[in-house]
């Protein structure tokens, strides 16, 4: 690959760009289901969150932020990354992330969530007049695609960031009550860590979202090749280690929180979780703020993931028509947002009653390709395809005995 044609220059971005795309990279995983998710996991660990919180940051922060460094060895290219498995089954496999992330998924995760989380505040509210305000928001960020980072990073990002740290914090000090006595041991609490990080999807997630943090990156100065810029890898690690600390330390936080209420909420539904606890915490008065964490949360993961979704119908389908450029974007964005629609209806646990099962089959493998690839950048490693493929067959073997 080429070198800059400027060589004097020292810096690819500025630390001010590092850091909103930190936080970009931050928000655009850390959705309203992350936060159901390591909310249900401190309320069922009870007095062994503390182990629980080792296997669920392995998932949701260990593996993305290597996730990423290893997709932007690549400069964000879905594609190359996972042609190291052949044409055929690397096709197939993005396109289950693609189905697992798109409108067939989380993004209707998503917005079930924040559907849920309206609907405790104002119960007369229908999924269709939620809609009604939800969709076009989706579409303003999502209409024009090159700017999403900007928009994500320098705004909806910290927003979010900054409600969710005053709740954290608000609800660590003030309140706290005793864990409840569970069965599980250190291993069995890890175990259960590991799962409900898998649940997130964090690594499929940070894979495809890598491709708009490459091309902002790309756009902060010219005439740079990424994979061979060791300034740019650099600086890579970087926005990984910044979106991944956001991460543990929000994750973990919320763990915490809700171990420490788990005594008031044993019957409490996984999904309402957030809900009582901000009645718990803030009172019935100021608890509208949480359903604005849910809201905002669900609205940048959504975003980015319509916008890669978009994209993958666009490249792959679409431009077999020879349709104009904008407009197969706008009409793949429509098919995406009805799709999103039509799935939201399944709810949250229907929904994850589709993606769990088919994440724990394919996550070991893809973490393993994720370490190939890595290798493969570095020191030539070769045998990413009996590696992967072994990996998949013993999971599959191990997931459903009767094979």
Known sequence: ??????????????????????????AMLFGSGSIILALALGKDSGNMVYWSLVGFIA??????????????????????????????PGNIIIFICMILLGPLGVIPRLMGTAYSSIKWHFPSISIFQFSIIIIPLLLLFTFKKNNIIDYIGKFLGPIKIIIILAFIIYGLIFGLNSKIQTDLNPIGAIQKGLIDGYS?????????????????????????LAEN??????????????????LFL??????????????????????????????????????????????????????????????????????????????????????????????????????????????????????IL????ILHKKINFKYIKISVFTTFIITLIYKIPFI
Do not use: W
């Open 1 to 26: 690959m080429g070198n800059f044609v400027n060589q004097k220059m020292e810096k690819i971005i500025s630390f001010k760009q590092l850091i909103s795309s930190g936080i970009a990279f931050f």
């Open 59 to 88: 998932a949701t922060v260990i593996l993305p932020v290597i996730g990423l460094i290893s997709i932007l060895l690549f400069e964000g290219d879905i594609d190359s990354y996972f042609a190291k498995l052949g044409k055929i």
């Open 200 to 224: 997130t999807l964090d690594l499929i997630g940070v894979l495809l979202i890598a491709q708009f943090i490459a091309t902002h990156l790309r756009a902060q100065t010219k005439n740079y």
């Open 229 to 246: 810029d060791k300034n740019f890898q650099k600086d890579s690690i970087k926005i990984a280690t910044i979106g991944g600390f956001l």
């Open 250 to 367: 929000v994750y973990s936080s919320l763990c915490l929180l809700a171990s420490h209420h788990s005594t008031q909420l044993i019957n409490v539904d996984r999904y309402d979780i957030i809900n009582s606890l901000s009645y718990l915490i803030l009172g019935n008065n100021s608890a509208i703020i949480i359903s604005a964490i849910i809201i905002i949360s669900s609205l940048v993961t959504a975003i980015a993931l319509t916008a890669v979704f978009t994209n993958y119908l666009q490249k792959n389908i679409l431009k077999l028509f020879n349709f104009n450029e904008n407009k197969s974007y706008i009409l793949c964005l429509s098919v995406t947002i009805i799709l999103t629609s039509i799935l939201t209806n399944l709810g949250f646990s229907g929904i994850m009653n589709i993606i769990i099962p088919i994440a724990e089959i394919c996550y070991p493998a893809i973490i």
């Open 370 to 373: 994720t370490i190939c690839n």
